[in-house]
Structures are given as structure tokens and as C-alpha cells.
């Protein structure tokens, strides 16, 4: 424990306590995670309100999780290699890959390292929440590494497939290919002067409905890289929240899923040799969740 915390220079304190109260300013908070034994010294020994401050120890104290609204349903396997160490998923919208921000609970690795006894699970690439497909992950420390080269090598070969409006004057097949920069808290990626680092093949497979059922194949990954590559062209991906605008959406709201798949991956698998394709199950357009009134207990699968 730091005898100066920020703020309080040369001041030390009677207790843990009274240090991690002038630390959070939650006084209430802090006495009830004391009382029930969820603050720690470094040996385990858990702090009590009379425990003494001593300057150059160690406390843990973990935040408190969120709170997340359940997402629905499973998260089906479509490939399990224990040999590779290889895990792929069929990953549902509104899911999270691993956690960040406000959700802990509700991601992929986290409620598989729980459903399968998969401590070390851990992803090769991400899917953002709201988008819906093939996940690659690996099951054991050692298998990550060349995997995770192999993703950063250019060897995932990925396809996606979404849902947009049709533009009859938009020529396709088409290949989009500018520079896309993603700066952290601002929600929207945007398009840039500068080097190329995002291209995009964009084919028009059909309609489905009033709406163009189209094919992405990306040679690159940047975030956000096929939504707004889509809004570019003037054909929106159906139920997005944050292109061509930002719209507010209620974050318990699971009702209008982002209408993007990460339909199928193709890969030399780096452990074995051997050459793979994974395919999803799921089928657009992907259906949503709906909250039954005065249902407390979070979403039902519609």
C-alpha cells in the first residue's frame, strides 16, 4: 500500500479502510465488501474495518461487476480439436467476444470457460458483440501462439455474409479499399487520408425480403472494417446502431441484432497441417430477442 496516494501527498492513514475510502470515496461500499470478506491482503488474510494500514503492503480489491442483461441461448460448437487445442464456436449476437467494459459475464470466454471446464480458453480473433458466426479460440496456453501468428500472418481467410438495402446503381462486385482509424471511446470508426490498411470485396448474392443479401470477403481486419465499408457504399448493414449514424439504443434492448454473419473461416491449421473450412449454422437474417412484460429475469428467445 502507497503511503502518498494521489491527491494525498506525505499522508498515511490508521487503517486499510480509512486509505481505500480517501482511494474510492466509497465509504458505504468499501464496510460492506469488508463484512463480507471480499477484501484481501496479499497472504489472503481478509482486511477487516480495524485492520492496520501498513505503507509498502499489498490489498486487493476488485471491482464489482456489472450489471449485464443475459444473452439467450447456447453458443453452439462447430469444431473441438483437443489435440490443436482448437475450439470453434457458432457465436450469437449481443455477445461479447472476451470481456471489456461492462460486459464480464455475458462473453464468449467466459461462459465457455465455465459450460466446458476450459480455463485457459482464450480467442484467436475477435467478432465484435453485435456480430454473429464462426469464432476461433484456443483451449490450452500453448496452443495460441500459432494460431494467433497465423491470424496475424494473413492466414484466416474469412466470409461474411449481411444484409443491407440494394442500390441499383451501385456496380458490383466491388472492391472497397481505404485507410479506416478506430480511436478508443469514440463508438464510430472513420475514413482517412493515408495509406490503405482495409480492403473489401463486396458481391451482391440476391435479395432476401425488400433487402440485398450480399457477400463480404475481407483481406484485412480492421474494427468496424465491413460495417463501414458497407455504409460507404450507401447500403447500410440492416439493424446497425452506429452507421452512417449514431442511434441510441437501450443496451438491455436485444430485440434488432446487427444483421452481419461471419459465415464460414478457411485455414491451414498451423498445428496439424491439415487444411480446414468451418461454417456457421446460423442463417440470415438472425433473429432477435424479445423481453416479456414484467419479466425480471431478462430475455426470452423470440
Known sequence: MPSRPPGSPGSSWPTVLDFLVVLTGDEP?????????????????PVEEGTPYLPGGVVHLYRDLPTEVEVPGEIP??????????????????????????????????????????PDLTPVHRLDRLTSGVLLLTTRPEARSPYQRMVQAGGLDKTYEALAPVRPNLPLPTTVTNRIVKERGIPQARVEEGDPNAITRVELLGTLGSR????????????????????????????????????????????????LLSRAVTFRDPVNGRLRTVTSRRTLPIPGYAVPAGDADGPASR
Do not use: N, W
Not at 29 to 45: H, W
Open 29 to 45: 461500499g468499501l464496510r460492506r465488501r469488508i463484512a463480507a470478506g471480499e477484501v484481501v491482503l496479499a497472504d489472503g488474510t
Open 77 to 118: 460448437v462447430l469444431l473441438r480439436d483437443d489435440e490443436c487445442g482448437l475450439l470453434v464456436v457458432d457465436k450469437p449476437p449481443f455477445l461479447a467476444t472476451m470481456p471489456r467494459g461492462s460486459h464480464v459475464a455475458q462473453t464468449v470466454v467466459v461462459r465457455l470457460r465455465r459450460e466446458l471446464d476450459l
Open 212 to 259: 440485398g443479401h450480399y457477400r463480404l470477403l475481407p483481406t484485412t481486419g480492421r474494427t468496424h472494417q465491413l460495417r463501414v465499408h458497407l455504409a460507404g457504399l450507401g447500403v447500410p448493414i440492416a439493424g446497425d446502431p452506429l452507421y452512417p449514424v449514431v442511434r441510441d439504443v437501450d443496451p438491455t434492448d436485444l430485440s434488432t441484432p446487427l444483421q
